[in-house]
T-cell receptor
Framework: AQTVTQSQPEMSVQEAETVTLSCTYDTSESDYYLFWYKQPPSRQMILVIRQEAYKQQNATENRFSVNFQKAAKSFSLKISDSQLGDAAMYFCAYRSANGNMLTFGGGTRLMVKP | KAGVTQTPRYLIKTRGQQVTLSCSPISGHRSVSWYQQTPGQGLQFLFEYFSETQRNKGNFPGRFSGRQFSNSRSEMNVSTLELGDSALYLC??????????????FGAGTRLSVL
């Protein structure tokens, strides 16, 4: 079974600065997908960014980028130019290439200081 | 395009009762997955329905069941409620195809409190 670990329960960042959230996972599969979801106080999970394991190039979406290290099974999220609206719980998730089930990490609460 | 709709948003039940939660997926999506979110256990997969058939099931007791209708709407039922069933129940909608572009879109959840 796959497991996803987020070792930072809480992080804080100053507005306009950069923060990196960590995620490691364990799998014996070679083909899979990784995701970062954001859950604000409204509770609705919002997809931030996704990465296909077969792609070596790291995904980017505007101020969000990932550092995907397949051999190390590491998938960190970098948020640049942090904004107050980035404050939320962030979840790292894994999906097998031949399934639709998401396995989530425990989450990291990000606080943004004005 | 309307998003994923979950009803009701909040529910209060007592131990031993049963409850039904509803999820309407994004139009055109054929897969609905359910997740339970608690402070202690985090986010856990309950089951997935695709074209009215349960395609995958998590490690939950038989008190948790679900179904999907021909219009892809899904219901989740919990019988004989226990205090530990208090949680946020999230529904996720996707095309259900096992491709890179298959993204799961979540509803705002139903907050269930069992007293």
């Amino acid at each position: 079974a796959q497991t996803v670990t987020q070792s930072q329960p809480e992080m804080s960042v100053q507005e306009a600065e950069t923060v990196t959230l960590s995620c490691t996972y364990d799998t014996s599969e070679s083909d899979y997908y990784l995701f970062w979801y954001k859950q604000p106080p409204s509770r609705q999970m919002i997809l931030v960014i996704r990465q296909e394991a077969y792609k070596q190039q790291n995904a980017t979406e505007n101020r969000f980028s990932v550092n995907f290290q397949k051999a190390a099974k590491s998938f960190s999220l970098k948020i640049s130019d942090s904004q107050l609206g980035d404050a939320a719980m962030y979840f790292c998730a894994y999906r097998s290439a031949n399934g639709n089930m998401l396995t989530f990490g425990g989450g990291t609460r990000l606080m943004v200081k004005p | 395009k309307a998003g994923v709709t979950q009803t009701p948003r909040y529910l209060i039940k007592t131990r031993g009762q049963q409850v039904t939660l509803s999820c309407s997926p994004i139009s055109g999506h054929r897969s609905v997955s359910w997740y339970q979110q608690t402070p202690g256990q985090g986010l856990q997969f309950l089951f997935e329905y695709f074209s009215e058939t349960q395609r995958n099931k998590g490690n939950f007791p038989g008190r948790f069941s679900g179904r999907q209708f021909s219009n892809s709407r899904s219901e989740m039922n919990v019988s004989t409620l226990e205090l530990g069933d208090s949680a946020l129940y999230l529904c996720a909608s996707s095309s259900g195809l096992r491709l890179a572009k298959n993204i799961q879109y979540f509803g705002a959840g139903t907050r269930l409190s069992v007293l």
